[in-house]
Structure formats: C-alpha cells, structure tokens
T-cell receptor, first 113, second 116 residues
Framework: GENVEQHPSTLSVQEGDSAVIKCTYSDSASNYFPWYKQELGKRPQLIIDIRSNVGEKKDQRIAVTLNKTAKHFSLHITETQPEDSAVYFC????????????FGTGTRLTIIP | DAGVTQSPTHLIKTRGQHVTLRCSPI?????VSWYQQVLGQGPQFIFQ???????GRGNFPDRFSARQFPNYSSELNVNALLLGDSALYLCASSLALAGGPGHEQYFGPGTRLTVT
C-alpha cells in the first residue's frame, strides 16, 4: 500500500513569514495530490490540489509543487496569518485502480503573532 | 448550497454493540467515501462507494460494512464494537471517482463515536 510521510510534524513561523510542508509518497501510480487543512474540532478542508501532469499550482497565498520523479510534493504558504494555524494533511491518491486517498500523519502549523 | 451532512454528531456505545452512521453527500455527488480518524492521526480510508457499488476498501476488519442508497446517501455499519473503534468517522463526497474530473473529496463534519 501507499506509504505517506510528512515533514516537519510541527512548524512554528512568525506571522508574515512563509511556511513549507513536504510530503513524500511511495505509490508511483498516484496521480492526484491534495492538501487538507483541519482546524481543531472541525472537518478536513480541501485547500489546494494538483494533478500529476502539472508541476506547480498557485492560489493566492497558497501553492503546491510536485516532483513526480522523486515522489514528493510540497505545500507553500506565504505571508502567513494567525488563521493559518491548523493541522495540514497531504493525501495522495487517485492512481488507476487506487480510488482512495492516503493521508499523511499531519503537520501542526502554528503562526506566532 | 448544502455541504456533506452526517448523523448523528456524537454517539456513545458499549463494547459489543453495533452502530450505524449516516451520510448525505453534496447534491449531485455520486461518490461517498468513509474515513476513520483517531485522535492525533490523519484520516484512514475505510470504504468508497460510487453509483451504489463498492469501489474501494481499506484495511479494516469485516465488522465494518457500508452501503450506498439510490439517492447516493450512505450508511456505515460497525458490529461488535471494540474500545479501539472510538474515533471520528468522516464521510466525504465527490462528483466522480478518483482519477477523473470532479474527483475532489469534500468532507462532512464527522460523527464522534465513543465506545466504553
């Protein structure tokens, strides 16, 4: 099965600075790479995703970059704000015959005002 | 526009009992997936249904079963509950299956199950 690792497990950054979270995966058949944000006591919320035929995607302060050869993808958050504090999960999946998302262990991001 | 809804919100059961959790997908979505999230961990895939057929199953015992109805709502059933089944059970809906357009999964608020 898919083995997914996230680094770092915790991350603290000053408000306004950038944050980067990396996700490595093992299944070369994966072709869909989403990131979810989960605030305490709430549901996971899809914040950005990328498909395997694209190297980078940006949505305002959030971007995702994919290196399919090396089997890793990263979440980039610029100009961080206190409301960015949450747990972030990568969840690669969607390969042929692999309908599920496999979630990473999560990264707890804390924005220091 | 209503999102994914789940019921009940919270549930307390005793070991050995069974439980049924319910999920209504976003209108127009035909695929429903179930995940188990233990405190401090990421969600783990249990089942995916599309057009009322099981399309994926995670590494969970046969005590876990699910089904999808003609209106695309879904039920997750767990028999012979164990203490370790205590978790947040999340339902996610998508327009289509992974790999195709509209495969993005949107989560419901979850059902918090406590087994005592």
């Amino acid at each position: 099965g898919e083995n997914v690792e996230q680094h770092p497990s915790t991350l603290s950054v000053q408000e306004g600075d950038s944050a980067v979270i990396k996700c490595t995966y093992s299944d070369s058949a994966s072709n869909y790479f989403p990131w979810y944000k989960q605030e305490l006591g709430k549901r996971p919320q899809l914040i950005i995703d990328i498909r395997s035929n694209v190297g980078e995607k940006k949505d305002q302060r959030i971007a995702v970059t994919l290196n399919k050869t090396a089997k890793h993808f990263s979440l980039h958050i610029t100009e961080t704000q206190p409301e960015d504090s949450a747990v972030y999960f990568c969840a690669p999946g969607g390969g042929f015959g692999n309908e599920k998302l496999t979630f990473g262990t999560g990264t707890r991001l804390t924005i220091i005002p | 526009d209503a999102g994914v809804t789940q019921s009940p919100t919270h549930l307390i059961k005793t070991r050995g009992q069974h439980v049924t959790l319910r999920c209504s997908p976003i209108s127009g979505h035909k695929s429903v997936s179930w995940y188990q999230q233990v405190l401090g961990q990421g969600p783990q895939f249990i089942f995916q249904y599309y057009e009322k057929e099981e399309r994926g199953r995670g590494n969970f015992p046969d005590r876990f079963s699910a089904r999808q109805f003609p209106n695309y709502s879904s039920e997750l059933n767990v028999n012979a509950l164990l203490l370790g089944d205590s978790a947040l059970y999340l339902c996610a809906s998508s327009l289509a299956l992974a790999g195709g357009p509209g495969h993005e999964q949107y989560f419901g608020p979850g059902t918090r199950l406590t087994v005592t």
